[in-house]
């Protein structure tokens, strides 16, 4: 298929901040290209965000349910070929499924819906059609992220023990959602945003990274949700307990009302023999620490002699070359990128290599709606632990 993917857009207007990150990342290989959107619920905006944009005035849309229906009644070579969805978490179920059911393939914010249930529909309906859903958990793109997910795998740290992941923020340390910031607003929403503010928003990038890098599955969790701001709606601080299908312990920490911080997410990992870390701040680095040795610095776009030679992944994630900065708009891309060339490999009839499927799924979605639903239960209920359930 020697041409670009068409990308139509559901949200991500000139009033919202995300849909500009996603536009850059999706258009930083060449691979892709914006043909449609619905903007926005209003109408002027959606209008005014299509003109700058550069999208055919007949391809500005309402709704999404209209670009869907219009979309797909075009020939096949002037439809979009896929939809990426950047609204209000309960947003995301309804466009997607229609997408999808409709011949489609979906990006999606995460987390992926508000239920369980939803995420469960939306699985069964990826199953149904074929179709391919990415899901956006950026920090999982990041090159070193990768290395790290490769040596754990490769047992370079002995069986994992321990795993420690933590997202603070600050920009919740006060009720922004009354002060205009529209962000905030729908995210503190309980109608708009689900069950959870902070484990829905971020708690559910530090559990997704700690699953990727540790190739662990959580089973069960102890949790405690607080809502610190007089007047909000739903928790903005949470710390979890965790415990891992091999026996190991986590920790995770997710707060909104950190002052002073920004997304300072980290994670690190321990088995018999040694361990990981590697900082959001600081991605390009990753450190190794193991017994009785001087610790290791792993740094992105290096030609490493053997044995210390960098994973495929993480090599097909780097873009530039050693001592350049990459960044979240480089791994936000990564993860567009290997979405585009599978759902390319597949309209080829040819199966996508292992690096190209390296994206979040809806698999992924599935579990992060379980593990909010799950964290919410544990805080609300009486006993201990909970078993994380799907």
């Not at 959107?37 to 002027?44: E, K, L, N, T, V």
């Not at 793109?141 to 754990?152: E, F, H, L, S, T």
């Not at 997704?208 to 709606?233: K, Q």
């Amino acid at each position: 298929m020697k041409r670009k993917l068409r990308m139509g857009m559901v949200g991500g207007g000139n009033d919202a901040f995300i849909g500009a990150v996603h536009r850059i990342a999706a258009f930083m290989d060449g691979k892709i290209e914006l043909v449609c959107g619905a903007f926005s619920i209003d109408p002027q905006i959606s209008k005014q965000s299509g003109e700058d944009l550069f999208v055919a005035p007949e391809r500005v849309y309402l709704n999404y349910e209209e670009m869907i229906e219009k979309e797909s009644l075009l020939p096949e070579g002037e439809r979009m070929d896929f939809v990426t969805i950047v609204t209000p978490n309960f947003l995301h179920f309804a466009p997607a499924k229609l997408a999808m059911e409709n011949g489609f393939d979906v990006v999606v914010e995460k987390p992926m819906t508000v239920s369980v249930e939803e995420a469960k529909e939306l699985q069964e309906t990826v199953e149904r059609t074929g179709r391919t859903l990415c899901l956006t958990h950026t920090y999982s793109g990041y090159p070193m992220v990768k290395q790290a997910k490769a040596m754990v795998k490769e047992g370079h740290f002995g069986k994992i023990r321990k795993i420690v992941v933590e997202y603070p923020q600050g920009w919740l340390s006060r009720l922004t959602e009354r002060e205009g910031n529209a962000g905030a607003a729908w995210r503190a929403d309980p109608k708009r945003s689900g069950k959870s503010l902070v484990m829905g928003d971020i708690g559910t990038h530090a559990a997704h990274l700690a699953e990727y890098v540790s190739g662990l599955r959580i089973e069960e969790l102890c949790a405690d949700l607080t809502t610190f701001v007089e007047g909000r709606l739903l928790d903005d601080d949470g710390s979890v307990l965790l415990r891992f299908e091999n026996g190991a312990k986590g920790v995770l920490m997710a707060s909104q009302i950190s002052a002073g911080e920004e997304n300072a997410v980290r994670i690190r990992i321990y088995g018999e023999k040694g361990g990981l870390e590697w900082a959001n701040e600081d991605p390009n680095n990753l450190i190794i620490k193991m017994l009785d040795q001087p610790r290791q610095l792993y740094r992105t776009g290096n030609a490493y002699a053997a044995p210390y030679t960098l994973s495929t992944f993480a090599s097909h994630n780097t873009r530039v070359p050693a001592g350049h900065p990459e960044g979240l708009l480089e791994s936000f891309a990564n993860i567009y990128r290997n979405f585009a060339a599978t759902v390319t490999a597949k309209r080829e009839g040819r199966t996508p290599t292992a690096e190209e499927q390296d994206f979040p799924s809806v698999y992924d979605g599935v579990r992060g709606m379980a593990f909010i639903d799950t964290v919410v239960k544990n805080n609300e209920g009486t006993e201990k632990w909970t078993k994380f359930v799907l």
